[in-house]
Each structure stands twice: as structure tokens, then as C-alpha cells.
């Protein structure tokens, strides 16, 4: 099992989505990701913290960049705490 350090980006308030898109946006980018996969990036997070406060009332992103066979991995988990 791999032990991947994650980051958490409060997804709570709508006021805060532009800054965890912005930090998740740089820490991709530092992990190598280039310019076509950035934009996709901040679509899929724009949408899960979106989502998440829109559907779930509060909730947060956890962020961690993965080393796998295929090359650097970004994964998002999106945790909430909603009704469902």
C-alpha cells in the first residue's frame, strides 16, 4: 500500500472554490502536469466543489499527487457531509 500525503481544500462556502481551484490548480502544476491537463483539471474541480456545496452544504477536496506505472496521477476525493 502506497501512503500518499493528501491536502485539504475547504469546500464549504461557495466564496471559497476560486481559491481551492487556484491551490489545486498550482499543486498540479508542480507535480508536472501541463497546460491541457491544468484546464481539465480546473473543470473537474470547479464541478466537484460545486457540487459539493450546492448538494451537500459543506464538505471538503482532499488533493494528493500520485507516482504510478503510467506516469504522475492527481487524485480528488470529495468528502461531505450532506443528508444522503
Given at each position: 500500500?502506497?501512503?500518499?500525503?493528501?491536502?485539504?481544500?475547504?469546500?464549504?462556502?461557495?466564496?471559497?472554490?476560486?481559491?481551492?481551484?487556484?491551490?489545486?490548480?498550482k499543486l498540479a502544476s508542480q507535480g508536472g502536469f501541463e497546460a491541457p491537463q491544468l484546464a481539465e483539471i480546473d473543470i473537474i474541480v470547479s464541478e466537484l466543489?460545486?457540487?459539493?456545496?450546492?448538494?451537500?452544504?459543506?464538505?471538503?477536496?482532499?488533493?494528493?499527487?500520485?507516482?504510478t506505472e503510467i506516469g504522475m496521477t492527481?487524485?480528488?476525493?470529495g468528502l461531505d457531509s450532506g443528508p444522503g
Open positions: 500500500m502506497v501512503s500518499t500525503p493528501y491536502t485539504s481544500f475547504n469546500a464549504s462556502d461557495r466564496s471559497y472554490l476560486a481559491i481551492l481551484k487556484k491551490d489545486i490548480h466543489g460545486s457540487n459539493l456545496v450546492k448538494h451537500a452544504k459543506a464538505g471538503e477536496i482532499l488533493a494528493g499527487i500520485l507516482q492527481l487524485e480528488l476525493i
